[in-house]
């Protein structure tokens, strides 16, 4: 049976940042597969001494000092044209790296998933001062309330995994996320001015109590109580209970209209339609980050070979690759593998596993013009019917050629400060 699990991207502990301006001095040895000592200035660089196909790779002074951190799907070309640039046409200023490049190291890669998730990793060792700025993709954003505080709040952040704080989400867009708080807030009365609300129950009220659209435990027509658990009701709403609070607003809107009530009657029903279209779509991947698991599968070099990805919560282990003639007696390991507990032995921060979710979540939003396949958990099935998706995807979709160079690696002079 093949074994199922080579490695584990995470983030390990990141060495010192470097002061402005200097170099930072690290152990490439054991960061990168592979090494190669460069001819110094003068002397012909072939196309050929490169690295072929894709990579995320480092190239480094005399001293072993990093001068450049980049990911490309073509390493050959890229690299020839950061260590060779042409003699003839208009260029960009740029440090003269073939001047200063004495040492190329890197690690192979087979497809623009692989790229993303192995360059988050050693970036974040590489780069720890500034790793975030230079990333092809950017944050996916989570709802987030802290239970501990007296008046608990939804804000949105970045970065999940950090209990007893509670997080729904992923969501696509900062705007997105702040829509459905937004809804959290009309939908339960919750207070829109926190500042005021620390200040209970001695504050006073902001205009959204004339309007009938808060409580008011700020200056204590309510009480605390009373407000946290309108802030645990739109917790279970939140995280997909949906259905009682819908319930509620459809028996008061119709409770108004009996009382020929119909000013709010039309609030109710103006909450119920917001609140019914925005779930419809409300931005969100997942509901909560603990439902984020995924099988995803790349090429692992050429077209008859695959391997697999198990994402689990932030926490992403590679497996072995596999030829696609033998998918059928892989999978049951695979299907095995995915239901296993992520490694505590050594678990990565919230801020690395959130990260992960951001590379993963970057794909997940090209839905089926993203390369390779993703299936959440919930789709995957019985080892057949994974092992037909993987043949049906991979036999029938010829490798993409994505662009040569991922746009990650920035500016040469950017590194050396």
Known sequence: MLQSTTDVIGCADSPVKPGRRTLLHVDLESLFDHHLELPAPGTPLESRMLPPGGGVC????????????????????????????????????????????????????????????????????????????????????????????????????RFAFLPPLIDVGPFVHRAACRRFIELLEDLFDLCRYHDVLKQAPHAQACAYKDMGRCPAPCDGTVSADRYRDAVLASIEFARGKSDTRLSHLQRAMADAARRLDFENAARFRERLARATR????????????????????????????????????????????????????????????????????????AACRSECLWAVSHHLIKKDKASGLFLHESQIGNAPELAGKIIGRFRKTPSKSPQDAISIDGDADARLK
């Open 278 to 349: 925005l779930l419809a779509d409300d931005g969100r991947l997942l509901p909560t980050p603990d439902k984020f698991r995924y099988l995803v599968v790349q090429r692992a070099g050429g077209t008859s070979r695959v391997k697999p990805f198990y994402v689990n919560q932030g926490n992403v282990r590679v497996g072995q690759p596999v030829k696609l003639k033998d998918i059928e007696q892989a999978t049951p390991a695979w299907t095995d593998n995915m239901w296993r507990p992520p490694d505590d032995t050594d678990p990565p921060d």
């Open 58 to 157: 480092a190239l480094a002074d005399e001293r072993g000092r990093l001068i450049l951190l980049l990911a490309a799907q073509n390493l050959r070309r890229t690299l020839g044209l950061r260590l060779n640039p042409p003699d003839d046409g208009p260029r960009r200023p740029r440090a003269d790296l073939r001047a200063l490049a004495r040492r190329l190291c890197w690690i192979p890669t087979f497809s623009v998933f692989e790229n993303s998730l192995t360059y988050l990793r050693v970036a974040r060792r590489l780069n720890p001062d500034r790793y975030r700025k230079d990333l092809a993709f950017g944050p996916v954003w989570f709802a987030r309330l802290d239970p501990r505080q007296p008046f608990p709040r939804w804000v949105a952040d």
